[in-house]
């Protein structure tokens, strides 16, 4: 399934990547899903996740340069396409922490063509914010 935020995702990140300090906000649409996987946790119904410029950076300064030595993948610009699939088509989801104001963060996985993409999402009530992304190999999975 293709999703319309991908290129726009990507196209940020490459800006980003390529040194650009223009302010981003993307929203990408919820499927039905994630809406009742959060259902549980969250007051009001999600209605949106979203990203920033700041989110992207720091995906780019915490997980794009080095990430091998970790035991995890480099996350490059391209990988910010499988963000929406992770989000609406995950393989996992758990709530992990709340915070003092009572924000909820979620981890939420999508093994991709054996590459195990992991988002958090947090804060808000009808919209969640994505706050890092990065990837791993599957068990067995080579790189």
């Known amino acids: 399934m293709s999703y319309p935020e991908e290129s726009l995702l990507v ?33 009001d119904e ?24 970790r035991g995890q993948r480099t996350i490059t610009p391209d990988d910010f396409a499988c963000i929406p699939k992770v989000l609406n088509d995950f393989d996992s989801c758990e709530l992990i922490d709340t915070d003092k104001l009572g924000n909820k963060k979620f981890l939420l996985q999508k093994d991709i063509d054996g590459k195990i993409y992991v ?20 068990s067995g999975a080579s790189c």
Do not use: Y
């Open 11 to 43: 196209g940020a990140a490459e800006s980003i990547w390529e040194g650009s300090d223009a302010k981003v906000n993307i929203g990408i649409d919820v499927s039905e899903k994630l809406v009742d996987a959060l259902r549980p946790f969250l007051e």
């Open 119 to 138: 988002v958090t999402i947090q804060r808000g009530k009808r919209k969640l914010q994505i706050r890092t992304m990065w990837k791993k190999n599957r």
């Open 46 to 69: 999600l209605v949106l996740v979203f990203i920033t410029d700041s989110d992207i950076r720091h995906i780019k300064r915490k997980h794009g340069v080095a990430e091998e030595e």
